[in-house]
């Protein structure tokens, strides 16, 4: 549900775009401030391959963030890898390995820093009946040993995130329970910086259904909060902030357009001003990127900020 995109280390989140197929390439429109700059600027030519599932995060803690594929699997050479291709500012050093087990099989990959070393670590929700969710920390160059930080979160049809949502500077998981309106809680288990703490609901209706729930500061207050988009004719966005112990607001929108069907939403402070904004990949025929810039209290309108990025089936944030 969200992880940083700032490859360049300026402070304004960038975006990528990783093509798979047969060309494997991860392309990267950088933020100047009011667009994306560049069309087809390779930083990679051969980065995660079909199946795979990709991330970014800031993985050795030099303030650019990286680029990261879990090969997934159970079987084969390559299965439960873990792959980190370095940012260097203006491209993606070559992909090394840097866990050979971790998110095998249909579990979910996520990237946070859990325990506030500057470094972003790598979690595993199994995302099955047992709800495991495990932590590999990284140490800068590689990552530990995965070991169970929490042993029931985020089962089977919820939609496991991370964020900092108490502002401790670590990052804690979340879980959209994803129900209809009687059943679309949202649980929170703080991270101690060894473990993620006992579950605890901070909102009961939020993410309603098939919406599409996202992480991140949209105030700038240093505690991360949530969003969902309706990505539906209505195009609704709505927000709830938090205020360290809870998600407060049950029904604010925040924006009345933005994300219709097939699109696909995402978050990032793309001006550089400490507010995480809203961003839409429209794909499909016209394969526009449009921002709403965060006021702290509302999204403004879509403004169109790259105009061919993130085709069909590619994936992008």
Known sequence: AGSPTDFTGDGKDDIVTFNLGTLNDAYVATSTGTAFAGTSVKWNDFFGLPGEKLLTGDFNGDSRDDIITFTGGTTGTNAGDVYVGLSTGTGFLAGAKWHDWFAPAAEVPAVGDVNGDGKDDIITFTHDTQGDVYVALSTGTSFATGIKWHEYFSIPGEHPAIGDVNGDGRDDIITFTQGPATAADVIVALSTGTTFGASQKWHDLFAVGTEQPRVGDINGDGKDDIVTFTCNTDADV????????????????????????????????????????????????????????????????????????????????
């Open 238 to 317: 709505y927000a709830a902030v938090s205020n360290g112990t809870t998600f407060i607001g049950t029904t604010v929108k925040w924006n009345d357009f933005f994300c219709l069907a097939g699109e696909f939403p995402y978050l990032g402070d793309y001006n550089g001003d400490g507010k995480d904004d809203i961003i839409v990949f429209t794909k499909n025929t016209t394969n526009d990127v449009f921002v709403g810039l965060s006021t702290g209290t509302a999204f403004l309108g879509g403004a169109k900020w790259h105009d061919f990025f993130g085709l069909n089936g590619e994936v992008v944030y």
